[in-house]
């Protein structure tokens, strides 16, 4: 066994051993050597080397996001760990454990013209949980700074930042630790009881309850509780693709159900009481109708964030909402709600549905039908990635089976690291991963299959329209140079060579035929990870999916 000689690189080595970190994403570089040294020389962490610092940030951070527990990305001086930053803020927003621990050069060479120097310290200010700014020795300072930052990591569920300045030699060895760092038992913080009467009686009193369930991790609502949802006709349950959250009475589709509404419709589904769930919300429309159609109350049930989306929040409630609405249930003695508001939105959801399914027959071959076709043949008990833009839009239209665990970078909502952090998450979950995404996102980040890690059974899917097709959605399109150039950024590029140099098997869909023929073998083989080309029209995209909401009728 050996060990870097510098002593603050043996403190941040064994802290995170004794905090059972043990994923290390290691970006190379000199300045990081100590630290590179001593924790791959340790066979208890497992080490993985990403040479493209954007690209190892989101696989450490979709590592961590499987895990459920911090995973730490290590990285040189100078401009590297700002190439981190785009994940630092993804996963600042997306509440995900991780740990930047960033080499720098010591204080005096900072802003006096030596290489590859910048001013490190606090560089995440605005996006961190906590900042760990190092001094150049081991002492117990340093070692309760070490220790915060991790335990701010585990229970405020963010990424926290640990800056340690190396002196040259940074290559030499020993091999005993010649410190024992200061460890520091923390003890469990349990919350606050809610006070469950007030809130029974508010309940109680709505004869409109909606409850909107953002980002939401798998298996966190009980079966009960859905139960007790679905059961409540005062109640309608809104539901997205992130929220991994299934039941007949829930609706999956909202833009579906509302895009239609009339002035007279949305003050019918106005609700009295908002109870929102998870994190953030795809859905455009369904924000734009809280905002104009306010609650008279409105709660959010979190442990950690209150975002005041809809502008109405009125109960911040500090607890997990499975042990809220527990807690509820057993308060709501003599409760008999009216028959109403969820029998006028299932009433809708049937003609919608018809619609939806007659729509769907008479399109043409482009991203709707791709989708349409896609979503159900998912392999069972997989784990779906999807990245953002146009692909999660699309993936909100269609009912995902209840076995699928679905992940998102909406934190952000960037497109950049969705594959990165796709792979990462196949890594931590050890479950067959899919990711599903657009052109402009995945070659944005193609450094991601850089990667010596890739699970033989990975698969990604790249729904390819020769451009941002998310602009054709938005408002202001037209067909222009400025449009194409600078806004759609439209191209010509062929995926099969970048899938052949990173040793992919490749596929190629060009129609709704190809499509259901390639499925097939492309899900079974699982000697090497797989990409499928889906090739649509760049034209007619948004035209259909205007139709879809233009055709939808009450």
């Known amino acids: 066994m050996i060990y870097p000689e510098i002593e603050l690189a043996q403190s941040i080595i064994e802290i995170c051993k004794s905090k059972n970190i043990q994923h290390i994403v290691i970006s190379p570089g000199s300045r990081n050597a100590p630290l590179t040294i001593g924790f791959a020389s340790d066979p208890f962490f497992k080490c993985y080397s990403i040479a493209d610092e954007r690209c190892a940030a989101f696989f450490a951070m979709g590592i961590a996001q499987q895990i459920n527990?911090?995973?730490?990305?290590?990285?040189?001086?100078?401009?590297?760990?700002?190439?981190?930053?785009?994940?630092?803020?993804?996963?600042?927003?997306?509440?995900?454990?991780?740990?930047?621990?960033?080499?720098?050069?010591?204080?005096?060479?900072?802003?006096?013209?030596?290489?590859?120097?910048?001013?490190?310290?606090?560089?995440?200010?605005?996006h961190i949980i906590y900042n760990a700014n190092l001094n150049e020795k081991a002492s117990t300072q340093n070692d309760e700074a070490i220790q915060n930052a991790i335990h701010h990591a585990i229970t405020k569920r963010g990424p926290v930042h640990?800056?340690?300045?190396?002196?040259?030699?940074?290559?030499?060895?020993?091999?005993?630790?010649?410190?024992?760092?200061?460890?520091?038992?923390?003890?469990?913080?349990?919350?606050?009881?809610?006070?469950?009467?007030?809130y029974a009686l508010q309940w109680k009193a709505a004869s409109k309850k909606l409850i909107l369930i953002g980002v939401n991790a798998p298996k966190s609502l009980s079966q009960n509780t859905l139960d007790f949802f679905a059961n409540d006709p005062t109640v309608v349950v809104l539901?997205?693709?992130?929220?991994?959250?299934?039941?007949?009475?829930?609706?999956?589709?909202?833009?579906?159900?509302?895009?239609?509404?009339?002035?007279?419709?949305?003050?019918?589904?106005?609700?009295?009481?908002l109870v929102t769930l998870g994190g953030m919300v795809v859905s455009k429309r369904i924000k734009s109708f809280l905002r104009k159609y306010s609650p008279k109350t409105h709660w959010h049930v979190d442990l950690l964030r209150f975002y005041d989306t809809y502008d109405c929040l009125s109960d911040s409630i500090e607890a997990t909402p499975e042990l809220f609405f527990t807690q509820l249930q057993q308060q709501?003695?003599?409760?008999?709600?009216?028959?109403?508001?969820?029998?006028?939105?299932?009433?809708?959801?049937?003609?919608?549905?018809?619609?939806?399914?007659?729509?769907?027959?008479?399109?043409?071959?482009?991203?709707?039908?791709?989708?349409?076709?896609?979503?159900?043949?998912?392999?069972?008990?997989?784990?779906?990635?999807?990245?953002?833009?146009?692909?999660?839009?699309?993936?909100?239209?269609?009912?995902?089976?209840?076995s699928i665990e679905v992940f998102c970078n909406r934190g952000t909502s960037g497109i950049d690291g969705s594959t990165s952090t796709s792979i990462g998450a196949a890594v931590g979950s050890l479950k067959p991963n899919i990711l599903i995404t657009g052109d402009i996102g995945f070659l944005y980040d193609s450094n991601a299959l850089w990667n010596n890690y890739i699970p033989?059974?990975?698969?990604?899917?790249?729904?390819?329209?020769?451009?941002?097709?998310?602009?054709?959605?938005?408002?202001?399109?037209?067909?222009?140079?400025?449009?194409?150039?600078?806004?759609?950024?439209n191209h010509h590029y062929d995926l099969s060579h970048l899938a052949k140099m990173h040793g992919f098997d490749y596929y190629q869909a060009e129609d709704e035929a190809g499509l259901k023929s390639v499925l097939t073998d492309f899900w079974s083989k699982v000697e090497k990870p797989a990409l499928l080309e889906i090739n649509t029209?760049?034209?007619?995209?948004?035209?259909?999916?205007k139709d879809y909401f233009n055709n939808l009728v009450k």
């Open 69 to 126: 527990y911090p995973t730490a990305v290590v990285c040189t001086s100078g401009s590297a760990l700002l190439n981190y930053y785009p994940a630092v803020a993804e996963a600042f927003y997306s509440q995900i454990p991780l740990v930047v621990i960033s080499a720098d050069r010591p204080t005096d060479k900072i802003d006096i013209g030596d290489g590859q120097t910048i001013r490190q310290q606090n560089v995440y200010a605005n």
């Open 162 to 198: 640990i800056n340690a300045p190396f002196e040259e030699p940074l290559y030499n060895t020993v091999t005993s630790l010649s410190i024992n760092p200061l460890l520091i038992d923390y003890k469990t913080v349990e919350p606050t009881e809610t006070a469950i009467d007030r």
């Open 239 to 273: 539901t997205e693709t992130t929220s991994n959250v299934h039941h007949p009475n829930f609706v999956y589709n909202i833009d579906t159900l509302i895009t239609p509404f009339t002035h007279e419709d949305f003050l019918e589904f106005q609700p009295e009481l």
């Open 332 to 402: 709501l003695n003599h409760y008999k709600p009216e028959i109403g508001y969820q029998l006028w939105v299932n009433t809708l959801l049937k003609e919608r549905q018809i619609q939806h399914s007659h729509f769907l027959k008479n399109i043409a071959f482009s991203d709707m039908k791709a989708f349409e076709i896609l979503i159900p043949q998912l392999p069972p008990n997989s784990q779906l990635q999807i990245s953002n833009s146009a692909a999660i839009r699309y993936a909100q239209l269609f009912p995902i089976a209840p």
């Open 456 to 489: 033989k059974n990975y698969k990604i899917i790249v729904i390819n329209n020769r451009g941002g097709g998310i602009f054709r959605i938005l408002p202001g399109h037209v067909e222009n140079d400025i449009f194409h150039t600078y806004f759609e950024t």
């Open 537 to 545: 029209p760049t034209q007619i995209n948004n035209a259909i999916l």
